[in-house]
């Protein structure tokens, strides 16, 4: 599964795959694909710069990335404590009644939020690239539109690719004008945030809107038949997230988090705004019901409602709520139905496009090579 993109980046298979865990970031690159680690939840500098040193010893000098949320837009002199002091006491005094409606118990005293939202601030996100430089990461992507131009040129000083996620040709057109190496397409059927347009329409768009810019096709893909399919459409390579949920090297801590995903099915998740204050796709639960009800407050914008859940989040996952408890992910979860290691999935997902390959190659009267 070689494009002229894996090759660049001296990987065997153009499977990319993004992950908050390292060690399924590292198998991923073992595996020959290409690891690219989540930063968003590392608010502490070091936490990332072990993790990625943990990344270091456990990938074989093989190639992975790193992926972190920044706006494009600076905001100057604005800190945690001044966006705290945006939230409406309405919507506390929501989020406390919904708490309580559901016998969510209280942290112990002192105990703080397991989960916090701060990675989505840009000062903490130039504070993950300050760590991140420092280490031989080969791509840099964003999941929030086109980094600061010096952010991009920082990257490319360091020899570093640098994507972003798009979810309309509109979007595409911008990062490559904003100078990226790299377009994920990523469709609606995608876990996180996404945009309108499903994969199947929004890859070739991209591709052709900023060709010859590489373009990897992501959302709503868990299969070789899938992959297939996305570099059919144009794509260099795919880019997957959910499907990585379920494996063993996952760190999920809650088998009550596990077993919903391993039992939901394609129609379970929705694109809500309950997490962050932009629209994202995650297992429907009684949370995002419950957010998502014309009678409720309605949420706020990134980044209010991220701030104002984060406690509430870390107390359900804590306690391992059932009916509240939930985690992006994409459509693609019908069919995460079973535990494996990543290496497994890999192995899968490689054989599959090797079957597709040969199929199509049969329909168009081709023997296989």
């Known amino acids: 599964m070689k494009t002229e993109l894996s090759q660049k980046l001296g990987i065997e298979h153009a499977i990319f795959g993004f992950t908050p865990f390292p060690a399924v970031a590292a198998a991923l690159t073992r595996a020959g694909g290409f690891g690219v680690l989540g930063a968003v939840r590392y608010t502490a500098p070091d936490d990332l ?156 768009e991209v591709v052709d809107a900023v060709s010859p810019l590489p373009v990897l096709a992501a959302g709503g893909i868990g299969s070789g038949e899938q992959i297939a399919a996305g570099l059919a459409l144009g794509a260099q390579g795919v880019w997957l997230g959910s499907i990585w949920l379920t494996t063993t090297e996952a760190e999920l801590h809650s088998r009550a988090l596990t077993a919903k995903l391993l039992a939901a099915g394609s129609g379970d998740t929705v694109r809500s705004r309950a997490l962050t204050g932009k629209p994202a796709r995650q297992l429907r639960t009684r949370w995002t019901d419950a957010w998502d009800d014309p009678d409720g407050p309605g949420t706020l914008p990134m980044p209010l409602q991220g701030l104002l859940v984060a406690e509430a989040v870390s107390r359900i996952q804590k306690y391992e709520v059932e009916p509240l408890l939930g985690t992006p992910v994409g459509q693609i979860v019908g069919r995460m139905n079973s535990e494996r290691s990543v290496q497994q999935v890999f192995d899968e997902l490689t054989r599959g496009f090797e079957k597709t390959v040969d199929r199509v190659n049969r329909i168009a009267g081709r023997s296989a090579s």
């Open 49 to 204: 710069a072990r993790d990625l040193d943990w990344m270091q010893d456990h990938t074989d000098g093989l190639p992975y990335g790193l992926d972190v949320v920044m706006p494009a837009k600076r905001v100057e002199g604005v800190s945690e404590t001044d966006v705290e002091a945006m939230i409406p006491e309405g919507h506390r005094e929501f989020v406390r009644a919904t708490l309580a409606k559901h016998g969510v118990p209280e942290l112990a005293e002192g105990e703080a939020s397991g989960w916090r939202i701060t990675g989505w601030m840009e000062q903490v996100a130039r504070g993950q690239l300050d760590v991140a430089f420092d280490y031989p990461v080969k791509l840099l992507a964003n999941a929030l539109g086109s980094p600061p131009a010096d952010v991009v040129a920082r990257a490319h000083d360091h020899d570093v690719l640098v994507a972003a996620l798009a979810g309309s040709a509109r979007h595409a057109r911008h990062h490559a004008e904003a100078g990226l190496d790299i377009v994920v397409a990523q469709g609606y059927e995608a876990g996180g945030h996404t945009g309108e347009i499903a994969s199947m329409v929004l890859t070739p």
